[in-house]
Nanobody, 118 residues
């Protein structure tokens, strides 16, 4: 059974840091594109950072460039290091996986972890 489990959210003051973790399990192949998305109530879900299947190529949304870093850990674990957090970063953060490796069809999603910046 495919599963994505996020952790690491919480409340932090502006300027602080948080590190989100996502563990992916149940995927038969390692060609995963992993991404972090966020959503605020009433707004569309937006991509924050994406790590391509090669484990090196990344994409960052403009508002988080230079502050957030996506990285890969052991065996289908992906992290999102968030530094210099701002109030506008407050959102529910979701981990997602695209098993095709193309970073277009994120068909698997975690349950989300709340990040609140005050």
């Amino acid at each position: 059974q495919v599963q994505l489990v996020e952790s690491g959210g919480g409340s932090v003051q502006a300027g602080g840091s948080l590190k989100l973790s996502c563990v992916a399990s149940g995927f038969r192949y390692g060609n995963l594109c992993m991404g972090w998305f966020r959503q605020v109530p009433g707004k569309r879900r937006e991509a924050v950072a994406v790590l391509y299947a090669d484990g090196t190529t990344t994409f960052y949304a403009e508002p988080v460039k230079g502050r957030f870093t996506i990285s890969q850990g052991n065996a289908n674990t992906v992290y999102l290091q968030m530094n210099d957090l701002k109030s506008e970063d407050t959102a529910m953060y979701y981990c997602a996986a695209d098993p095709t490796g193309n970073c277009v069809s994120f068909m698997y999603w975690g349950q989300g972890t709340q990040v609140t910046v005050s």
